[in-house]
Structures are given as C-alpha cells and as structure tokens.
C-alpha cells in the first residue's frame, strides 16, 4: 500500500449519536490505527477536501464495520458535511495552542483578548473535547473571570458567529436571567411589542439547567429552528420573531459550552453576561432590556448580587456598543401556574387570550417588561410604555401578532397533554410562606421536561395562599409511567417544597 | 409488554473501546429510551445483578445491533463483569450528592474530609464522567487545594484502594517527581536496594504527561502488570519488584483521575503529593525517599518551589503516618542518554552491566538515592549508604537481582529497536549551555511515546559539551514513517532546544 494510500480511508456513517461531540471509529486492524499509533481516546485530525475537525477516537472490532472505512458519529457527519464516498485523511492534530492559555488560566493568569479569542474560535470550530470544554467552564466559574476577561468573553463570542444587520435604525430585544420556573414573559412580550410597531428579533436559548427555556416552551407552539434567512423573513414580516439562537448559529461556540454547563449543573456569572451580550449584538440589537428576578431560591438571591450584576451589565454593555436598561424584579415565587415547555405555553396562550383565569401574575409582569421595552421608542415618552402594552394586549393586537409570527414560523401547533400525573396535597393546614423554587425545577426535570414536551409541574396554590390539610398545591405531569414515579420519588426526598406555617404557628 | 419487561434488556458487547469511560448503547427505537426519555449524552444507571456503573449513553440506528439489547463498551462489559445472558436493568442516576461539594468547591468553598472522600469515592466507583473528572481536576490544580484539603485527598486515596501488609517491620520505597526525561534511577535503586536485603515492593505509574513513565520503561524489560498477589510472591522472593500500580489496584481513583489530567496536559502538586503519599501507604511502606529534581525545564523549576514541596511532602506524609527523606538534586539537564521506554530501558541495563560507556549521571543519581535509601536500615550507619550501594553495583550483585526480579515478575523480555531514524545535528559550533527538557519530551511524544515503546529520543550531547556546527545532537526514534516525520516536523516549529553559545560569544 502506497504510503498516501495507507493514509486514505473512506467515510462510513456508523449510525450512533454522540450528541455534540464528534467521534470517529476505526477498526482495530486498520493500518493507519497502528502506524500512527492511534488508541482510545486518541484525538485525531479529520480531514474531507480542505474541510476538518478533531475527533475523539474510539477503536472496534472488525465485525461491526466493513474493511478501509473510517466511521463516522451523527455529529462528525454533519459538521464536518460528509458524503458518502468522500475520502478521509486521519492525522495526529498539532497541539493546540490555546490549550496553553487554558493552562495558564488554571493556574492563575489572566487571559488577554487575544488568548480568549482563540480559545473561544477553537471551541466554536470543534477543536476542543468535551474533557478541554469541562475544563474551561470551571477555570471560568464564578469569580474566576475579571471584569476585563468578561468583556474579552463577551467579544470573542461576537467575533466568532454571524452578526445580523437590520435596515431599522433601532432593533429592541429584552432577557430574563433565569431561575424562576415559568417566567415565559418574552413571548407575550414580543407580540406586544412587535404589535407597537418595534422591531424585536428574538432568540432564546433552551433549558440550560432549568426544566425550560423559552425556546423549549415556544417549540410548543411553532417552530424555533429557523436559520438567519428563515428568521429575517419572519421579522420582516412581522417585526418580530421568538427563536431558538443555537440554530440561528449566532454564538456557536455558547452552544458547545451550554451542553457541558448543563451535564456538570454549573452556570456562572461571566458566562451568562457574555452569552446573553453576544447574542444580542450578533442579533443586531441596538437596545435591551435585562430582568433579574430576586428571590432565596432564584438564579439571584440577593438583591446586593442583583445590584452587582445589574451594574456589570450595564458596563460590558456600554463596552461592546449596547444601550440597556436593567429591572430588578420579584422572584420569591415562580410565575404562571405551569413547570415545564407545554404547561408554560398554556399560561402564555391564557394570558394572550386575555383568558379570565390567566396567571395575573406573568400578565402583570410581562406588561412590566414590554412597557420599558417601548419606551425606548422615541415615539413613546417615560412613563408611558406600560399603558401603551396593557391596551396592546387587551385589544387583542397581542394575541393576533402572536398566532401571525407562529405562523411566519411554520405554523402553530396545538399543545400537548402529558398521560401520567399525579396530585401532591397539603400535609397540613395554614399559609404557604415559602417556595422552593430550586426543588421545584428539579421535579419537574425529574418528570421528564424540557425534553419530554408535556412534562412538568402544574401549581394549584402559590405564595401567601391559605390552604387545608388535604387540599391541591401541584400535580406532576409525566410522559412515561417511569418518569412519573421517579418525579414522585423526588418529591419524597424532599421536605417543604412549599412550607406551610400552620394557625398554631409551626 | 409488562412494566418490567419494558426495562428488562439483554447485554450486547459491541466490541468499541472508550478507554477508561463506560458507554452503553440503545437502539434509537427501544421502548425503554423512549418511556424514560433517555437521549444522547443522557448518564444512565446500569444494573446486572446486585452491581451497577454509571454510563453516557450513545444512541444507535437500528442496524448495528439486534432488537432487545443493550451495548456495552469494554469498559463497561469490564467494570461490570458482564456475561452473555446477562439481564441489563436501566434507570435514571439519582443525582449525585458529591457533585454538589464538587460545585461548592469551584464556587471557592473548601472541601471537608467527608465530602473528598465521598468524591473520590464515587470517581473510583465509575460514577463520574469525563466531563465532572475534568471539572474536579481543574479546580483542584495548583493552588486550589489547601493544605488540609490535600491531607483529605490523600486520605481519601488510601481508603479508597486496597492496602497491602507486610511480615518485614520495615518496608522502603522511593519516589521522582517526574520532569526529567531519561531519569529511570528505580529500576538501577531497587535491585541495589533489594540485593542489599531491604524489602521495597516498588509500584512506578505510567507516564501522565510525559514520553515515559518508570512502568512503560520496565514493561520493556519484563511485564509489570501484575495483581497483588503476583506482586507479593515477586517481593517474598526476591525483597522487591517494580511493577505497575494501576494492575494492583492500590489507588483506583488515581488510575481514573490520570487519564483525564493527561488529556488537559495537566498537573497539580496536591494530586501529585495525594497520588504518590497514598500509592506508598497502600504498599505498606514505612520509609519513603523522594527526590525532587530541580531545573529551569524540569517539572520543578525553582529551589523555592521545591523546598515548598518538600515542607508538603513531609508535613502530609507524618500526619498519614510515613517517614520520608527528601532529596533536591540537580534536574538541569536530561539524565541517561535515552528518552522513551525502549531507549531508557538500554540506558539502565548498561549501568547494571558496569559498561563502560554506560551513562555515568544516571549511574551517579541512583548511588546517592540507594545509599540514602540503604540508610533507613538500622543496620546500615548514616554516611555508609552510598558506598554500600556502589559496592553492591559494581560487584554485579545489582545485575544478578535486577535479572532475577525481571524473571519472578514474568520473564526478561529484549529490547526492541525502532525502524525510523532522523538524525538532528548543530546548526553552529559553540558549548551546549541550555537544554529544553520540556521541548525533549513532546518531541519523544511526538515520535510517539510512551505507546510506541522503541520510539523516543537518542541524545548524543548533554549540558556544557562543546560541540562543532554538523555534529550529532540527538537522533529520533520512531516505528512509523508517520510518526518520524510528525516529530521531525516539530523540531522545526522550535528552536534552541539545545541551545549552543558560539565562540563568538552568541
């Protein structure tokens, strides 16, 4: 075999889904595994025309797949955009240079604009494995990131994806920190917005750690993957959209770092200000509105961390060209009545409908929101903007706008119900003090959401209600008999998910 | 099908090797995957019988396994000792309470003694992935880990893996902090040591981040993967053996830990002092030598860093009851002539032989540890040691030893010689006045070390020789044309890594 031969192999589509971590096979008699030394977990240079990636190698018998193939996982396949019959070349990648930066940052140097910017292309291009990927989100927890290195973050991720340009001179667009179960504001508060005559493009993420995102709850309704031509559209259409970021490919490598947050359940402060800041420049907004909702169990516990954070907003903001206004909020008790993307979407829907038993809560808040957002409109003046939105939303203009971007979305969906639930009661009489909304979340993952659409929790009682030993406080909504009593097992865990303080004061 | 039924699956191996990260397979079109809403990268709690692992799950098209099964890589067919047959029952994981002190710590708390060791626990059971080993290692490198937390660590290594216990009352060991490449003086101490009539069951590691560890090196000469009782029989008959301690089960944690720091490219002092203090104490060793090798390009750079170190070592070696001696020596230049396993192991075996062209420094170094060594012995006075050792070495004894140890741990093996071969020569005349040791090493890594056992390095000049422009520096070894090329091709990237002072005075 001709030494460029022995290093040729064809592509073969193994078939197996290693989520966004690209893996190749090869068998262990392949030549090319024992010339270049290549074993588990090797990471090796893949190379189809001048398109590569680095992959993660895993070795297998001969029996599972056919002679002078390298196999290729779901993900290698689409990234790397294989066909069939395409020639790879296998090579052992140079060392990556960032990698050093990564070291450095470890052990305790600070990372220039330069050094985070390459570290962050690297990730963005597959360069980094998920151990690499693991290890840069701890370097950069909480408090481990100046506000210099939080500001290099928030630019390398700008620099990294697609930036959107709008013809209108002012592009709004608001975010919720989250941690509050429910909180599904943004998507009345686009319709309302877009109905003013704003224009509001719209991205959200999915769950991170939560049992929700709001591109999970909107995917309820419509289609969240549009592509940037596909959103552009919408919003030309409509002034306004509510889809996923990952797919409008704005900040690819915060979608490679959102997978490895959520298996090790770590947010942190640099991170969320960076992903939240590039998504909206990369989306071309000129004007943001940010939440934070306080409360013991929210993402923010305090109002002095409310207050910090606010104020580091404010200035990476001001650093990369955004004008934004930060509300602090009341986040002692989730919003709405539902857990979970579907039981969320049904809140949503009640309150666009403008329904008599919708959760006054969201609706008061979302009108909060989409008042502030309006008065960055020269057009409208202080004070205002909330006025404006409550007659938007009450005309019914809301809830029209918002079936007409579903629809310049694909097309609305009807929402699903989950089969299995079960009903959790008062243990005792009195009022409920405090609500764990931490536990709550959990639950409600445990049953199933944000992967399985209909799962959830769904409230019957919430802060400073009065209730009787024996009556409703929440049923769990699962998909699968097993999911269902794992959500139950969870509950069993834990005490006073929602404390009650009986007459007798205890 | 009956509920238990639908969670009642059959083992499958599927022949793919993950290394050390158990991954188990589910057709996309299981029941199971889809009633408990398992998804790729899902962990997934794996049953047989009363034992169980935590896996990542891949999920698979239908086509590369049958219907009714469940794949198994070899590491999880290994870790879970499974049989064709075999009954596979599979849950969601509860989560798992130490990742929650692993959070805590990256949020800048400190770890107490309960939670390392619940950590370390659930690592050497299997439960953590990759991506939480990661997460552990970088926030706990240098400087994370207090002193008190690095006293937990080593505890936590000590329970965790078995503990050997021995007839002799006292049982020697010694340690090298790595970074010197061609530094193979254990295999040279303990034949010296052994022949001498102390008892030193030494068990070396392979190489984390460098082109050869003491274990790679010996597994040229003879097999070092032996179980503890193989050890034990080794060491009953010949008072000492160098065998790997990853086969011996003594710190598992340590084996599953090393593989993730060697893809990060990352050390730490803490883990280095745990790993080392708790491998000695499972051996049942009581008198303990470490040497530390100080140099500009070795792992320990600075006399400050490495009196630092030594303070560490004794202070957490007393308080898990051990007696150490520490030696600083001089790690300026590579010691021997050979970098790799194969060529270090020809360095060795020339300084037992008392060959006269064998590497005096490597001979020098392990005179002054066996001697230091030799005076743990009540028998042997202070300022006696080195000439004993001396004595024992050049009397052939040490040879003799050396051979039998290699036969009761298997049988001598040759030493193989590489079919590739680049020769790098001066590029001016002048004194060689700096060598980069850290450059060296990736060179040999690139050539393919530790895996390639005969690739490496071949020095023909050392620190302060003098040489003329076109002589022989270093010659690299390689088994694949590939792999030649790949370290020649690095040498180019770097310069100086002999640096030569002309007489010119640059």
């Not at 959790?424 to 399985?452: C, H, Q, V, W, Y």
Request: contains cysteine.
């Amino acid at each position: 075999m001709s030494e460029d031969g022995l290093k040729t192999l064809y592509v073969y589509r193994m078939g197996i889904d290693t989520y966004k971590n690209p893996v190749i096979f090869l068998r262990e008699d392949c030549e090319i595994c024992k010339a270049e030394g290549f074993a588990a977990p090797s990471r090796v240079r893949v190379e189809i025309g001048n398109r590569f990636i680095l992959a993660t190698l895993q070795v297998v018998k001969p029996e599972i797949m056919p002679y002078g193939r390298v196999g290729f996982s779901e993900y290698a396949w689409e990234i790397l955009s294989a066909k069939d019959g395409d020639i790879v070349r296998l090579s052992h990648p140079a060392p990556l240079e960032s990698l050093s930066y990564l070291r450095g940052k470890i052990h305790g140097k600070k990372l220039t604009e330069t050094q985070m910017q390459e570290i962050i292309s690297d990730i963005a291009n597959n360069l980094y494995s998920n151990i690499h990927i693991a290890s840069f989100i701890t370097a950069c927890a909480n408090g481990n990131l100046s506000r210099e290195e939080t500001l290099h973050l928030t630019r390398a991720m700008i620099n990294t994806g697609k930036i959107l340009t709008w013809e209108q001179h002012q592009i709004v667009d608001k975010h919720c920190i989250g941690g509050l179960p429910g909180n599904r504001t943004t998507m009345l508060v686009v319709p309302i917005v877009a109905a003013a005559g704003l224009t509001i493009p719209k991205t959200s993420s999915r769950a991170i750690t939560s049992p929700a995102g709001t591109a999970d709850t909107m995917e309820v309704l419509a289609p969240v993957k549009l592509n940037l031509a596909e959103m552009r559209k919408v919003v030309e259409r409509e002034n306004g959209c509510i889809v996923w970021g990952g797919a409008a490919d704005l900040s690819p490598a915060d979608d490679i770092l959102i997978q490895v947050e959520r298996a090790l359940n770590l947010d942190n402060e640099s991170q969320a200000i960076a992903s939240v800041l590039s998504k909206k420049v990369s989306a071309g907004s000129t004007h943001v509105l940010i939440d934070i909702p306080v409360g013991p169990t929210a993402k923010v516990r305090s109002h002095e961390d409310a207050e910090h954070l606010k104020e580091l907003f404010e200035d990476i903001a001001k650093r990369v060209g955004l004008i934004v206004k930060v509300l602090i909020s009341n986040g002692s008790a989730p919003v709405g009545r539902g857990i979970g993307p579907a039981l969320e979407a049904r809140d949503v829907v009640a309150v666009l409908k403008n329904e008599e038993d919708a959760p006054q809560d969201l609706r008061e808040r979302a009108l909060d929101l989409a008042g502030a957002i309006l008065e960055f409109s020269p057009k409208i003046s202080k004070g205002d903007g909330r006025h404006r939105a409550q007659k938007i939303l009450e005309s019914g203009k809301a809830w029209k706008k918002f079936q007409a971007i579903c629809k310049a979305q694909g097309g609305m969906r009807r929402i699903p119900h989950a089969k299995y639930k079960h009903l959790i009661t008062a243990s005792k009489s009195g009022m409920i003090i405090e609500i764990d909304n931490r536990t709550l979340a959990s639950i409600a993952k445990l049953a199933g959401a944000p992967r399985s659409k209909a799962a959830g929790i769904e409230l019957h009682a919430t802060l400073n209600d009065v209730v009787a030993a024996g009556d409703a406080l929440f049923t769990i909504h699962a998909e699968s008999k097993g999911a269902l009593e794992y959500a139950v097992r969870g509950v069993c865990f834990e005490h006073d998910i929602m404390k009650i303080k009986g007459n007798n004061g205890c």
